[in-house]
Nanobody, 124 residues
Framework: QVQLVESGGGLVQAGGPLRLSCAAFGRTFSSYARAWFRQLPGKEREFVAAIRRSGTTVYADSVKGRFTVSRDNAKNTLYLQMNSLKPEDTAVYYC??????????????????WGQGTQVTVSS
C-alpha cells in the first residue's frame, strides 16, 4: 500500500484560505482514486472532495465552489485548496487513496490507504 502524509493544517480566520497537501510514498499513485475526508470528534468521517482514477473531480455540496482538489503527479502529491473557510469547516482532514476504486468514491471504507490527518481550525 502507498503511505500518505498530510500537511498544511492550522488555525485560520473565517474567510481565509488554507492549502492542504498529501504526499504519497512507496508507490506512484497517479492512477489511484484519491480523496479528502474530514472528521469531528465523535462524528463519522465525512467526504469532502475526490479525484477519480479518470481525473475527474467530485465535491461535497458543502464545499463546492470554495474548495479545489488537485494533483501533481510529478511530485506524487494531492492538494486541497480551501478558500472562504467557515467555522463549520473545522475538523481533522484526512487524505485517502485506492488503486482500484471506481464507484462509491464518497464512502470511506472503500479506500485502502489513509494518512494520519491534519487539524484545520477556523476561528470566527
Amino acid at each position: 500500500q502507498v503511505q500518505l502524509v498530510e500537511s498544511g493544517g492550522g488555525l485560520v480566520q473565517a474567510g481565509g484560505p488554507l492549502r492542504l497537501s498529501c504526499a504519497a510514498f512507496g508507490r506512484t499513485f497517479s492512477s489511484y482514486a484519491r480523496a479528502w475526508f474530514r472528521q469531528l470528534p465523535g462524528k463519522e468521517r465525512e467526504f469532502v472532495a475526490a479525484i477519480r482514477r479518470s481525473g475527474t473531480t467530485v465535491y461535497a455540496d458543502s464545499v463546492k465552489g470554495r474548495f479545489t482538489v488537485s494533483r501533481d503527479n510529478a511530485k506524487n502529491t494531492l492538494y486541497l485548496q480551501m478558500n472562504s473557510l467557515k467555522p463549520e469547516d473545522t475538523a481533522v482532514y484526512y487524505c485517502a487513496a485506492d488503486p482500484s476504486l471506481e464507484v462509491l468514491i464518497k464512502v470511506p471504507r472503500n479506500y485502502g490507504s489513509w494518512g494520519q490527518g491534519t487539524q484545520v481550525t477556523v476561528s470566527s
